[in-house]
């Protein structure tokens, strides 16, 4: 090799092989940020699609709301409208009631599985200790 050629791969090598990194951390950079707007918009699909069946579900109220029957129950159950002659009692029962009341059913069950064993295993033992004086009798 002359000494040309070896000045030339000293100042070019380096050059070259900068520029390789360059490029490839830019191409890694670049696939990263297309996976994140991907990941992006398939989100923002789905938002989207939500949104959508929300606003079906609002045109339907809207078409419902227009006629009076159902204009008249609306105001009935939301805003205790009533006509004459009618009596309003509003019960509220939330989720949290409703699940309190559940657990107080289950543990009353707990409560009364618990006390037929325990009258059972009464009674079980009232009928083993009977036969055991039945028996010493006999003898």
Sequence with gaps: MTAQAKRRLIVFGPLCILLMVYFFITVISYTINLYQLRKEMS??????????????A???EISKLQTPEYLA???????????DKELIIKINETKEDIQVQEKDIEKNRFIVVGCIIVVALIFIYI?????KKRNRSLK
């Design 43 to 56: 989100s923002l699909e789905q938002q989207y699609l939500e949104l959508q069946e929300k606003t079906d």
């Design 58 to 60: 609002l045109k339907v």
């Design 73 to 83: 129950k609306f105001a009935r159950e939301n805003y205790l409208y009533s006509t």
């Design 127 to 131: 009928l083993i200790r009977g036969k």
